[in-house]
C-alpha cells in the first residue's frame, strides 16, 4: 500500500501549479510592461533631446561668449547628467554646459545616435542651424536611462511581490474549499461497514466527482451480486454435496453390516455409483467456479467439427453402455474463435445430458452449420424433453427437471450457457424432431 506522505497530492499540485502559472502570467506582462515602458521613456528623453537642440539653435542670435558656463547652478538631480555643446562651423567649440567635455559629445553630426566620450556613454542629438555654420550637440549620460528604467522595473514589481502571498493565501482557501466534497467522500468510504455495498451519497457531490461516485456505485452493485451469487452458490453446492455423500456413507455402513457377500458387493457397487457422482458433481462445480470471472484465457482458430467428434468419442463408453446411439450429421467445416477447452466442456455437457436422458434404444444427434455469418451446434435427443414453462429454469444452477428419474448436478445446462456467454453465443432450447425429445441450438457470431 502506499505510503500516503509520499503519494501525489492533488491540492499540493493544484497550489503549485496556480501559483506557478500566476507568477509566470506577472513575469510576462512584466517583461512586455518594462520594455514598453523603456522604449516610451527613451522615445520621450529623445524628444527632448531635439526640443532642447531647438532651443539652443533658437537662442545663438545672442552673444554666446558672454555666457557664464562654468558656474551655471544644478537645479535639478539630473542636471549634470544633460550636456550642450555649440561648435563654430563644426570645430571650434563656442560654448558648452558645465558638465560637458571639450571634445565632440558625437562623430555623427546630424540626428541621434550613441557615443562613448572619456569612458562615458551618452546618447546624443546633432543639429546645425540654418546657415549650416554652427553645431548643436545636445548629449545625456546612458546611466540616468538605465537608473529611470530600474527604478520604472521596481515600481511595477514591488506590488506585485507584496500581492503574492495575499494571492496564494486566497488560492489555498479557494482549493481547499473545492476539495471539501471529495475529503467527505473519502470519509464516507472510509467510515463504511464492509458489508454496507448501498450507494454512496451523492447530494453534495460536484459535477466533477459525480461520474466517480457513480463507477463506485456501479462497482458496489457488481461486488454486492458477486457477493450474493457466491453466498448462494456456496450455499446450494453444499446442499447438493450433502446428498451424494450422504448416500455413499448409508452405502458404506450397509457394506459393513452386510452378511453376505452378494449384499456386500451389492452396496460396494452403490458406494462406488455414490463416489462417481460426487466426483461428477465437484468437477461441474469447479468448471462453474472456473467460468466465474467471465474472462477468456486465450482464443484461437476452433474447429467446431472437430471439437464435437472429440467429445463424443469421449461420451461414446457411456452412449454404448446405456444402448445409445450418437451421431455427428455429415458437413463441411465450421470454424470460429474461443476456447477450445471451453467449447469441448460446452459440447461434452450438451451430450451428456442428452445420453442422460434419452431412452435405450434411441439415438443422439449432433449437427455443426453455417448460416448466414453465424455457426450453429445443435444436440437433438428423443427423450422426454422439457415442458415449455420449465425450460428457462433450467438454465439456473441446480434445478433439475422432475419426473425424468435420472441423477444429476442441476449444473450442466448452466455451465454451457455460462460458456456460451462467454464467447458471445446464444443457447436456445425446442422440441426435437417430431415434437419429440429436446433439442438445443447453440448460435456462435
Known amino acids: 500500500m502506499p505510503n500516503p506522505r509520499s503519494a501525489p497530492s492533488i491540492k499540493r499540485r493544484l497550489l503549485l501549479g496556480l501559483l506557478l502559472a500566476t507568477v509566470l502570467a506577472w513575469g510576462v506582462a512584466l517583461s512586455f510592461s518594462y520594455r514598453d515602458a523603456r522604449h516610451e521613456l527613451n522615445e520621450l528623453l529623445d524628444a527632448y533631446l531635439a526640443q532642447s537642440t531647438s532651443l539652443l539653435i533658437s537662442q ?27 561648435w563654430e562651423h563644426g570645430e571650434r567649440l ?23 566620450v572619456e569612458g562615458e556613454n551618452w546618447r546624443v542629438y546633432s543639429a546645425w542651424d540654418a546657415k549650416h555654420e554652427t553645431l548643436v550637440q545636445v548629449g545625456e549620460r546612458r546611466e540616468v536611462r538605465d537608473k529611470l528604467a530600474r527604478e520604472i522595473a521596481e515600481n511595477l514589481l514591488r506590488p506585485l511581490l507584496l500581492t503574492l502571498p495575499v494571492l496564494g493565501l486566497i488560492i489555498w482557501l479557494g482549493v ?20 454496507n455495498l448501498s450507494p454512496l451519497d451523492a447530494s453534495q457531490v460536484p459535477v466533477e466527482v459525480a461520474p466517480l461516485v457513480q463507477s463506485l456505485d ?10 450474493d451469487n457466491e453466498r448462494r452458490f456456496t450455499a446450494d453446492a453444499a446442499h447438493e454435496l450433502r446428498t451424494p455423500l450422504a448416500a455413499i456413507k448409508t452405502q458404506a455402513q450397509v457394506a459393513r453390516g452386510a452378511s453376505g457377500d452378494e449384499e456386500r458387493k451389492h452396496a460396494l457397487d452403490n458406494v462406488l455409483a455414490g463416489c462417481d457422482r460426487a ?26 467439427r472437430k471439437l464435437a467428434a472429440a467429445a463424443i468419442a469421449e461420451m461414446a463408453p457411456g452412449a454404448v453402455e446405456k444402448g445409445v446411439e450418437v451421431q455427428l450429421i455429415e458437413g463441411a467445416e465450421v470454424t470460429i474463435d474461443g476456447a477450445p477447452d471451453l467449447l ?29 455469418g453465424t455457426a450453429q451446434l445443435i444436440v437433438s435427443d428423443q427423450g422426454s424433453g422439457i415442458p415449455v414453462e420449465a425450460r428457462p429454469l433450467v438454465w439456473e444452477r441446480f434445478h433439475r427437471v422432475l419426473g425424468t428419474g435420472e441423477s444429476g448436478s442441476g449444473l450442466g445446462l448452466s455451465i454451457v450457457k455460462r460458456i456460451a456467454e462467454l464467447h458471445g453465443a446464444e443457447a436456445h432450447l425446442a422440441e426435437g424432431e417430431g415434437g419429440k425429445g429436446l433439442r438445443v441450438t447453440v448460435t456462435f457470431p
Open 279 to 304: 466426483t461428477h458433481l465437484v468437477a461441474q462445480l469447479l468448471t462453474l467456479a472456473r467460468l466465474e470471472p467471465g474472462q477468456l484465457s486465450r482464443h484461437e482458430a476452433c474447429d467446431l
Open 176 to 195: 481547499s474549499r473545492g476539495l471539501r466534497p471529495l475529503a467527505a467522500l473519502r470519509q464516507q468510504v472510509e467510515s463504511r461497514d464492509p458489508n
Open 94 to 116: 563656442r560654448l558648452h554646459s558645465q558638465a560637458a567635455p571639450n571634445t565632440h559629445l558625437s562623430n555623427v553630426l546630424e540626428g541621434y545616435s550613441d557615443a562613448t
Open 344 to 372: 469441448h466442456i460446452l459440447m461434452r455437457n450438451l451430450i451428456d445430458n442428452a445420453i442422460r436422458y434419452s431412452p435405450k434404444g434411441s439415438s443422439v444427434s449432433v449437427a455443426v452449420t453455417a448460416h448466414n
Open 60 to 86: 545663438l542670435g545672442q552673444e554666446g561668449d558672454e555666457i557664464d558656463t562654468e558656474h551655471v547652478p544644478s537645479l535639478h538631480r539630473y542636471s549634470r547628467k544633460v550636456v550642450f555643446q555649440v
Open 218 to 227: 456501479s462497482l458496489f452493485a457488481r461486488v454486492r451480486a458477486l457477493l
